[in-house]
């Protein structure tokens, strides 16, 4: 089956068509939103789990490591973003920084202690911390409000110099969250094509390689996973502000789960676009489906185990091959060439 | 002064010795190889050289530098690379990817984020030539899990050669390949022997004896036999082990 | 210091069931290379099942409904402890057969497919059971209190005990004793080596799926009386056995055993001091364990390390 390594560019450069047209959709969206039906607020929150799933890609497909705990740094976003607005001031850029500083050194400590493993240790040990940071939440009501979560989280206001916008109206907080996912979109591209972005994809085909290569292989696994909770954290606040609560159970297996699901289902194994889709998808399920059954979580479930059973190239990695079967067809030699997606 | 320098290496696992007081010398510019029969201890006296095991006692040095118990990283950062028997590539990536991380230029810019790297000339171009040292040129995009077993043994060979090691292990080369293809392995790796020193473990006696400078004999843990490969032939220990029916 | 006699007690049950599913895991490990995440999922499984046999919620409106309710509590009972391991054991063997595409590949798709598992079966047991606390009806015999040696135990408990070591010595005679029992052993130490002698692997696959995972459901109905029954139960299960099997190694019998009592009695002291980590202790447990030391006390060089 093909990798990420498959689908793999050659140009350098920063903006491809597929990021323009992903702008146009992104910046597009109120409009077309609402004439399918569905409601604004899914933007917000189809466009923060974007940024939490790429960045979780940066580690689970481009590294190869698979972290089962990851909702551990999403919650540390969120709760570090409430904890500035109630604690500290009421500010758009301070909730920020906070949300991916303090989820970024929960990740810098996690990441120093589970880099030197791979595999099975490493998700069992993601697991594990995943929980110790989800039951934490819980037991530290005095500053996390336990098992209700920080509630009242106000939405500070973008003060731009020469305006200040109002981030309670829900349309407003879409575009920040959108041009969040952005450069977002844009910094990961980059990163990912870098040579410290094929040295993670070297780390992951083969670690003794890469050590007797000459790279610190620890070294990589750990800046990965940094990165990813770094992303996540960003994703944490905006979450925080989006729903103006945060709570524990976004840090449960459950929903560290979901990540996992939704990366994978969407292609993530395969392509950069992989977590964008699977997103997608999952949002689909949940409003859509959602609405004829109650079971749709069940469906959703049954459908990944499906997929890792016979497609766990996921969305993006069946596209790829139809789209090479088109192309073969049209007469072109089907030489075994890596072609850029 | 010898390149890399070994000096009573002596190895256990548990309860089994498995290498006992090994001491070699691999001269700068000379092929040299390390034969030995299954259980000898030849593939564990490579792993301990080229930093996979630490041994528990001895000394290693690599051009006047104690080098004992680095990891294979700071090895490969000195200037000393291997190629492996059980073939070790980045089998999701093209050739020209497999080679072109292993490049000291590369890894130079191990910390870059954003910097676009097949549009790199001097890379792309320092990754051309190491293909074409093992006869890969014009197949760098073809994906390295669809070569055939020979080209693959190769491109093991050019990742190996890409770090720009001043010494290159390599670890049975021949292992699964036909005649032919070990024909061609071997004019390869003439062709290497004016820029690197070379270090083989080998069971092919006629492809090592053709190619080595020096070969060392590992039997029982120990280096039983040295010498240039007409004068092995004549060795009584070689004879005793049997592998002098062999040569 | 008898204050601690409880908790300890406790903590030799929790550890005695513990061995029962870390049993049912690393033979699992052993023949499959396989972390099944979903064996916690069929440990909840499994008294899921009891429930509904014993008869709660279902069949009041039917003639036959009425008639089973009707009978006592003890064949209900012991039926729903017999067949809801079994039905375990069988989604178990099904679990097997979906695992079949996965492998050649890379050990992460079989650990993604029962990563998916487990959550499948728990939002199932969501969907049919419903998201409350429920509970197991016992048979009067093994309900209530008892005086021994001037301190009150809780009747069950005792149960629990004796069942979880009546159990493990059945499954150590299985092993030992028995034509399948060896087979299954073998299979554990080099599955390679019992295809080479002429068994058929996928056939053993699944008889020690089966097994692993009706051990898995057996001590699931076991412990419900005393761990509670909500549909994630199972997320706490997995994590104890892979700790236990790390710890005693892979596929070593006594190792899973006194590894799992270790830790059973570990968490039994944790709820002595600080309650409400007890729980917790197994995870920070593990995290220490892994995190410093992975191979075993028992077992030698495993699958888990790649």
Redesign the interface.
Known sequence: MI????I??????WITPQIVVFTVMLLTAPFWLSAVGLYQYLGIEVAIWMIYALGFNLLFGYA?L?S?GHGAYIGVGAYAFGLFQHHVAVSLWGGLLAAIVAAGIAGLLVGA??SH?????F???T???G??FW?SAI?LHGITGGEDGLLNIPRPPLDLGFARIDLNDNEALYYFAAGALLLTVI?LW??A????G??L??VR??E??????????WH?KWAAFVASALLAGLAGGLFAMAQQSAYPDIMS??QS?LI??MV?IGGGLVSFWGPVLGVILYFVARDVLGIMT??W??WY??M??VM???R?EGIAGALHLVRKRFSSRDGAASS???EPI | MALFEVRHIHKRFGAQVVLEDISLDFEDGQVSGIMGPNGAGKTTCFHVLTGFYKPDRGTIRFDGTDITGQSPQSLARKGISRSFQMMTLFDQSAVIENVMVALPEFRARQKHLVSAVFSDRTLVDAAREILDQVGLLGREWEPSASLPYGDRRALEIGVALAARPRILFLDEPTSGLGSEATRNLAALIAGLRERYTIVMIEHDMQFLFDLADEISVVHWGQVIARGAPAALRQNKWVERSALGELA | MSTLVPHLFNGLILGLLFALIALGFTLIVGVMEVINLAHGSLFALGAYFALTIIGVGWFDDTAFGQWWLSLPVTPRYTLGLVFGSLLAGLIGMLLELCLRPTHGKAPLYGLLLTFGAALVIEETIRVVWGTGEQSLPLPDAINGAVLLGGMIFAKYKLFAAAFAVVAIGAVWLFLERTPYGAIIKAGAHDSEMVRALGYDLSKLRMLVFGFGSALAGLAGIVMVPIWGMRPHLGVDVVIPAFLIIVLGGVGSFWGAVIAAILVGLAVGLTGAYAPAWAMMSMYILLIAVVTFRARGLFGRKSVLEQ
Do not use: C, N
């Not at chain 1, 793999?8 to 450069?13: D, E, F, I, T, V």
């Not at chain 1, 493993?117 to 240790?121: A, D, K, L, S, T």
């Not at chain 1, 003794?208 to 292989?217: I, L, N, Q």
């Open positions: 990798s990420l390594s498959d793999s560019p050659r140009s350098g450069a190869g698979h089962f202690l589970v493993r791979r595999g099975v240790y998700a069992l040990l697991i594990a911390w929980q110790v039951f037991k910094l980059r990163i094509h870098a040579p410290f094929r040295i994809q070297a085909q083969s003794t390689r890469a050590a007797f290569v000459g790279y610190e292989v990589f297996l459950h789960g996992v699901m994978l109650e079971t979580l069940l479930g049954l990944f185990v890792v059973m016979f766990p075994a060439r890596v």
